[in-house]
């Protein structure tokens, strides 16, 4: 193990959660958010503060561990030769990322799907690769491009879909303050520039298939 890393662990339903610090970064950070307490007008030595900059140094190494993640590496991990060639689609998955304009969060819903040409890769790894990439300082629209290039590029199917629909919290708490805006972006390759294949597709995530 690294000793400059500290674990912490969490329990939760038999699954371990185990988050990993560089104490080095973590302190480096913490100093400069006591800094920055004190200029906001706030005493960073009262009771409710004194651990603040640390949590706060920790919260972000962890929004921020993507840049730590090899998205490619992950769909390797589980590619398999399949002789299936109809579309693949995962909806609904969760994302959280963090805008790199004012360091405030946007979430929602991605919606992917690929069309194998030979290869097929475990469906968890699609939600992975979605989170090492928004686990960064992003844009969405930079995001959406992203996962769209590494699948493409990775399992080199015959086209890919992402969809993705966020709220930013940029919008919602500052600047013009339009609480129940969603910003949806789209990146298309290969089959999915058909407007059959790309109808089936925004078609199926929206659909109620229960």
């Given at each position: 193990?690294?000793?400059?890393?500290?674990?912490?662990?969490?329990?939760?339903?038999?699954?371990?959660?185990?988050?990993?610090?560089?104490?080095?970064?973590?302190?480096?950070?913490?100093?400069?958010?006591?800094?920055?307490?004190?200029?906001?007008?706030?005493?960073?030595?009262?009771?409710?503060?004194?651990?603040?900059p640390e949590r706060v140094a920790k919260a972000l190494q962890y929004l921020t561990h993507g840049?730590?993640?090899?998205?490619?590496?992950?769909?390797?991990?589980?590619?398999?030769?399949?002789?299936?060639?109809?579309?693949?689609?995962?909806?609904?998955?969760?994302?959280?990322?963090?805008?790199?304009?004012?360091?405030?969060?946007?979430?929602?819903?991605?919606?992917?799907?690929?069309?194998?040409?030979?290869?097929?890769?475990?469906?968890?790894?699609?939600?992975?690769?979605?989170?090492?990439?928004?686990?960064?300082?992003?844009?969405?629209?930079?995001?959406?491009?992203?996962?769209?290039?590494?699948?493409?590029?990775?399992?080199?199917?015959?086209?890919?879909?992402?969809?993705?629909?966020?709220?930013?919290?940029?919008?919602?708490?500052?600047?013009?303050?339009?609480?129940?805006?969603?910003?949806?972006?789209?990146?298309?390759?290969?089959?999915?520039?058909?407007?059959?294949?790309?109808?089936?597709?925004?078609?199926?995530?929206?659909?109620?298939?229960?």
């Amino acid at each position: 193990m690294n000793h400059t890393n500290h674990l912490d662990e969490e329990e939760d339903n038999g699954y371990i959660k185990i988050d990993r610090y560089n104490e080095g970064k973590i302190a480096a950070v913490a100093d400069h958010y006591k800094d920055i307490l004190g200029q906001l007008g706030e005493d960073p030595s009262r009771e409710g503060l004194i651990k603040t900059p640390e949590r706060v140094a920790k919260a972000l190494q962890y929004l921020t561990h993507g840049y730590d993640l090899n998205p490619a590496e992950i769909l390797r991990s589980a590619m398999f030769k399949e002789d299936y060639s109809q579309m693949v689609v995962v909806k609904d998955i969760e994302v959280f990322s963090m805008c790199e304009h004012h360091m405030l969060p946007f979430f929602g819903k991605a919606h992917i799907a690929y069309i194998p040409n030979g290869h097929i890769v475990g469906l968890s790894k699609i939600p992975r690769i979605v989170d090492a990439f928004a686990r960064r300082l992003q844009v969405q629209e930079r995001l959406t491009n992203e996962i769209r290039d590494c699948i493409q590029d990775t399992l080199l199917p015959a086209g890919v879909a992402v969809v993705i629909e966020c709220k930013h919290l940029c919008m919602a708490m500052r600047g013009i303050q339009k609480q129940n805006s969603v910003t949806t972006t789209s990146a298309f390759t290969g089959e999915f520039a058909k407007d059959k294949t790309r109808a089936e597709f925004l078609r199926l995530i929206t659909a109620n298939l229960h």
